[in-house]
Nanobody, 117 residues
Framework: EVQLVESGGGLVQPGGSLKLSCAAS????????MNWHRQAPGKGRELVAA????????IYADSVKGRFTMSRDNAENTVYLQMNNLKPEDTAVYFC??????????WGQGTQVTVSS
């Protein structure tokens, strides 16, 4: 059974930092590109960042570029999202997604990030 388990969310003040983790099991992790998405209350799901299977290239939404950094450790089957200079508009549930080919993709259950003073 494939499982993606996010962790690291929480409450942080504006300007603060959090590092999210997504631990994968039940799949050959290095064969999957990985994405981080987020969904704020009353809004649709937004792709925040993506990283290639080897971890050599990552892309970011304009809203987080320069503040968020995505990385992965294929030996640990884990992907990370370092979030710096957090803003209230970053408040959302953050989900990781493993993307293979075609219909081969999996989602985690999400972790809540709240940015508030």
């Amino acid at each position: 059974e494939v499982q993606l388990v996010e962790s690291g969310g929480g409450l942080v003040q504006p300007g603060g930092s959090l590092k999210l983790s997504c631990a994968a099991s039940g799949l050959t992790f290095s064969r999957y590109a990985m994405n981080w998405h987020r969904q704020a209350p009353g809004k649709g799901r937004e792709l925040v960042a993506a990283i290639t299977r080897a971890g050599d290239t990552s892309i970011y939404a304009d809203s987080v570029k320069g503040r968020f950094t995505m990385s992965r450790d294929n030996a640990e089957n884990t992907v990370y999202l370092q979030m710096n200079n957090l803003k209230p508009e970053d408040t959302a549930v953050y989900f990781c997604q493993a993307v293979g080919g075609g219909q081969d993709n999996y989602w985690g259950q999400g972790t809540q990030v709240t940015v508030s003073s």
